[in-house]
Structures are given as structure tokens and as C-alpha cells.
């Protein structure tokens, strides 16, 4: 069953071209190397780090002020700020931080009934101590399990999809509901890097098409970001998405340490691993029927800042992932795929989502529209790039 | 002294665990299995299941997924909703259901009580009583699954639960559930003193403070938890959890 193309982990003795700095090959999509072999993530990253001022004292200086801005702005509201939580390293820390710079953080979990016990106790522990308040939105599990599986019956790449858009639409929603102006993410892109552009897509329109052909259920619970929502977002609530991380030197490693001593938080061993479903999607799924690995994106991250050899980063990214035990048996049981079905989706032809309907064209139509949001720092120029051109 | 029984009670809606206020107003909470398998690794003693659906809509316990929930469940699982046969509590014990919870049937038919208690032992039966104040306080038995009043007198049918071969009683205050604001400990204190029989204290709980009342001032053998374990607090979101139990007995 699994499909995924290893290579020898011996990395002189691999016969495709590999950065000479972090193991980016010459698979992964949109990807050029210089006269040194250096990829151009590589150095999107330096660039990265110069515009930010990453873990220099310009960076502190942007953050502080943006973090002024935060403050003065919500000095008359309950929360001056939103931190999405997965119970996750980044997330967690994220708030730790945001409590001692002073801001009154609302954290705000999207519960895809699939958590991990170890991702609701790191969540209980990390926001009993801080005294941080909780603002949960529960799917319906059943419905939310039917769109999981239209995903993986419609064949295409994009399987957390669902979880993702729905997690971003909820941070729009309690920011309405709290009128909170600030969202916070825990994005740190010297730790995850920047995912290659044109890997993949997904907008409310592939969830609902994917969902409507696929699934059987209606759609009830479910925060669908429609395009209509997404606008009316962006232009009434006028909410800005910071990531203070990306200003900052931060460590992924002293991160957990760090809130293992605070409040017994504990490291749930892998990127992804704190929820179930996209466990199996990252072990399982992805590297058996795309042959592709995300994997290497935070690998690539942890050898350009020194925390992992090429060598040993190579060797673990061509290395099997390590899969729990009975995940498979629990994701087969509980989406009601029986082996030989199962087999048959593995299996078949891989399809993308240019093969379904998304609002990817109105987006390219309305470049003009986004470009100028863009500016305003009302949606981030990450999205433009990605869904305008 | 005995450790304190704390017994988390979630609620069934179809395939979905919901959280309710005076039995109305539910919210998500998630997916029973997974939900057990979140509280197998807290430190759990005894849990309790109540499909509030199944006899609403006449039917049957659901077999195929309480089978599933035993598979996640390593601590005694207490279940009701929908038994109405010697064949359904038997397919339950036979599931790994340490208990099962009798309610509306049981004031249906009354006898059901003492079949079930003479084939199966009276320490695997919990009765459980919902009760709803009426206008000019008068305290009544409840029926959820007819949503009217029983005109039973709460002590006489407690009491008679117990002739008929209750091994344990289950009491929810339906005013006091889900509202944080403490448990009808006058009430409580009312049933414990005229049976013998263990009382399960449910509905109302919002700290450690109401638990110790219920157990020291109102008699009760334990506490059923339901808001206190499934939000980080009151108002707040959804997060299972279990209260910290330290320094309390
Ligand atoms: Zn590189």
C-alpha cells in the first residue's frame, strides 16, 4: 500500500538533485536552484528573515509596535486579541506569549471531534494556568466525518481542507462576535518554511462541490466560508492576522520545554499529530496515495537553522513515517471504509482540484479588488499571491 | 473514607454526545467514541452514557454503536435510553455495559424494575428519576421522553424504586441542570434519607464546593457530572476535562 517514492537515505547516494542546503528536491513544485545549488526556498526564507527582522531588535521593534496598536485598540473590550488552538507547540507557546506581552488573548478552538486526549488535556492545563478563556465551536461529528470522507472518495490532495478552511472561518466568526480586531497565528516559517507555492488549493466552493458529490448528508454544522462570508469578513469586521512569530527568534524545541515546566503541557511526538484525522491524513493518506510527504517542508526548516544535519534530515524525510498502530483500523471503522474499499481508493488515479469546482477564477478576476485589500493589510499578501495569479 | 465518586453522565443525541441546559438548548460536543477515549486517559472511574433520543423516538438502544464505545472504554460503563426488554439489558451486559439505567419504562411498567433486578442482580440496576418543580413548587417526577409531569411524589417513587429491586438511583434536578449555579441539595438530602440504596447526585454542579455538599450535607454516594467536564468553564468553550480532585476528601 505504500505508494511513497523513497529514496536511498544515504543522501550521496541520491541520484535526483537535492538543495545543497536544506533536502528540498527537485520534486517539489516551482523549485530552482543557483549557481551553488541553493534553493529558491532557501533564500525566500533569508528574505524572509531580512523584511521581518527576525530575532533582531528590528523585529522586536515592528512587533512592539503592532503589539502597542493591539492594546490601544481593544483597551475597552474583554479580549484585545485571537489565538486559534490546536494544543499544538506553536499555538500554545503563541499564547504564553501573547500573556506576558501584556494582551488580553481570547483563545479559540475549531473542534473536528477528532482530538487527541493528550491536544484537549496540553489545551485545559496550558489555558488553566495562563487563565485564558475558551471559545469552542463543535461540528457535528457525524457530519463532519461525512465531509472527511467525500474528501478522501473525491481523490484529491487537499484532505484537511475541511479543517483548515473551517478553522480560519471560525477565528472570523468569534472575531465578530467579540468584535476583536487582531488574530494571532502561530506560523513560524524559519521552524515550518513557506509551503511551495502550487502545491495545493482549496477554497468554500471545493469543500461544498466535493462535499455535495461525495457526501451524504446535508451540510447544517459545518462553518463553510463561503465567498460571500469571506468578503463581508474582510470588509465589515476588518480583522488583521498577525504572526508575531515570524518577528522573534523562536525555537520549536525550547517552546516545548518550556511549556512542559510552565503547566505539564507534553509534546504529542509530530507535526500534525494532536488531531487524529490529520494524523492519518500526514502518516497514512498523503504518503500512500500522492506519494508526497509534507514532511520535509519543517524537516527543510530544521536543517537550514542548524537543529538537524542534511544528512540525518535527508535520511529521516526517506525514512517511512511512523504510523500508530491502530489509527488505520479507527479512521476505517469510524468513516465506514471497508478494507477492499479502502485498497481501491489508495489505489486509484490521483485527482487535483482543478478537477472540481472552486472560486479560483472569480479570485483571478477580482485581482484588482484583492490586490488593494492586500495593501490595507486586510487579507495577508500570501493569499493574494496564491489566489490571484 | 471512601474516595469520592465522581461519575461524568453524557448525554446521547443520535450518533452525536450533546450537552443540555434544563433539558433543552443542546450543544455539540463530540463524538462518543472519541470522547470516551479522551476521558480513558483522564483519571476516570466510572462513566455514564443516557441516549436522551432513543426512547423519544421509540427506539431501540443503540447496539452497534455502544459496542464501539465498550471498545474505547476501559472504566465501568453505565448506559441508558431505550431499554424496554430482558433482551436489550442482556445484549448490553453482554457488550461490556457494566450497568444500565431504567427511566421511562420503568414508570411505564413498574414490574420491569424487578425482572430485570431478579435476572441480572439489583447492583447492575440504576433507576433514574428526573425531576421538575412545578408552578406553586411543587416538586414532580418528569418525564423528558413526554415532556409532562407525572404527578408522583419524588420520595414515594424513589422509595418504591428501591422495593421494586433498584440497586441504585440516579436523582437530576431538571431546574438545576446545566445551569452551574449548585444542585437542589434539599432535595437530595430528602431522597437520601428515606432509601437505602446508593444515590447518584445529578445536575447543577459548577465547583468543587457543590460536590462537597451533595456528599456531606445531602447524603449522596456520588456526584454525575455533565457542564463541570465537557466546557473549560462556565460560558466558556467545549474542552473535556476532569476537576482536579486534590485536597477534597
Ligand atoms: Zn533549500
Redesign the pocket.
Known sequence: MNKLDLQDPDINNVQIKV??????DERVSN?S?DANG??????Q?DKLKEEYGTGKSKGTLQLNKILDKIKLEGANKKYDCIVGVSGGTDSSYLLYLAKKWGLRPLAVHFDNTWNTAIATMNIHKLLNHLEIDLYTYVVDNKEMDDIIRSFILAGVAESEAPNDLGFAYLLRIAARKYSIKYILEGHSFTEEGITPLGRNYFDGKYIKSIHQKFGKRKMKTYPLMTFTRFLTSIIFDQVKFIRPLWYISYSKKDAQEHLNQLCGWEYYGGHHLENRSAAFFHTIYLPGKFNSDFRNNTI?SQ??IGNCSREDGWSIYNTAPIVEPDLLTYVKKRLEISDIEFEHIMNKQPLSWKDYPTYKKRFERLKGLFYLLAKLNLVPKSFYIKYCS | MLRTRIIPVLLLKGESLVKTIKFKNFTYVGDPCNSLRIFNELEVDELMVLDISASKEKKSPNFSLIKDMCSECFMPLSYGGGIRTIEHAKKLFDLGIEKIVLNTYAIENHLFISQLSSYFGSQAIIVSIDIRKRRFAKKDVFSNTFKSYLNLDPIDWAKQAEELGAGELLLTSVDNEGTWQGMDFDLIKNISQNISIPLIAHGGAGNLDHIKKAIHEGGASAVGLGSMVTFQKKGMGVLIHMPKLENFN
Open positions: 538543495c545543497s542546503r536544506c533536502i528540498y523549485i536552484f541553493i534553493c529558491n526556498y532557501c533564500h526564507v527543510s536543517v537550514r
